[in-house]
């Protein structure tokens, strides 16, 4: 699956593979033979042989998410489309169903499905007027799946967007440091895209103790460390590698 993810559109020869579309299908849960067993074992026991209608909406959304970041990611695109199929009264859910369309399709390296899906849940963020951040994150996938395809223009405003909202929060929460940063890694403005890791990651400079079921804080630190390689700080970058 993440080589499958790695496949680009063949509009632009010299077009080189960014590290974003790099890291899009690497599973964020290395679990072990053990706990793949148990994660199956508890969607397994929470879904099979019910009626999807008698299913909370919110575990069919919480087995796929689970499926898809351990790299399991067929199962859970099946369990996504499967919901869309439902009558779903709820925008909420639809939303998050059409982003993790959106993300599995991406990491298949089928950009144009991800792209519909991904507008769609776009849509629906607008109408309900989500937190900016949520609309930032979907406006900065869709900027990847066009920078992909050499549309570099439309990926270009898309990114623009994303920074512009995201500079107007003043928080430090993490999922809105990570995306300001990715937009700004696009951009090539690497030295404000560590800054803005640097204060959202405590103690970055510190050795991490992190377990290997959750990969999160050290993908955070590659990013970091990519940001501070391209912006001239190597030693530290490697330190932190």
């Not at 859970?76 to 169903?97: E, V, W």
């Not at 994150?137 to 990114?159: D, F, G, M, P, Q």
């Amino acid at each position: 699956d993440f080589l499958q993810g790695l496949r680009m559109k063949d509009a632009d020869q010299e077009y080189q593979l960014s590290p974003y579309l790099l890291w899009s299908g690497m599973p964020l849960m290395a679990l072990t033979d053990e706990g793949r067993s148990l994660l199956m074992d508890n969607i397994t026991n929470s879904l099979e042989g019910k009626p999807v209608r008698a299913v909370p909406r919110e575990e069919i959304l919480s087995a796929a998410k689970q499926l898809h970041e351990s790299g399991d990611i067929y199962r859970a695109l099946n369990l996504y489309l499967m919901l869309l199929n439902q009558p779903l009264s709820d925008l909420t859910i639809k939303k998050r169903a059409e982003e993790g369309c959106g993300d599995c399709y991406l990491d298949l390296g089928f950009n144009f499905d991800a792209k519909e899906h991904y507008n769609s849940a776009l849509s629906i963020s607008n109408a309900l007027n989500t937190k900016i951040v949520d609309r930032a994150v979907l406006s900065l996938k869709l900027a990847r799946i066009y920078e992909a395809e050499a549309n570099h223009l439309t990926a270009e405003k898309l990114v623009r967007d994303c920074i512009d909202d995201l500079s107007k929060t003043r928080s430090n929460d993490l999922k809105i440091a990570n995306t300001l940063s990715d937009a700004l890694i696009m951009q090539e403005r690497y030295k404000e895209a560590a800054d803005v890791l640097k204060g959202a990651i405590p103690g970055w400079d510190q050795p991490l103790h992190a377990t290997i079921d959750n990969l999160r804080p050290y993908l955070l630190r590659a990013n970091l460390a990519m940001a501070l390689a391209e912006s001239g700080e190597v030693d530290k970058a490697i330190e932190i590698t």
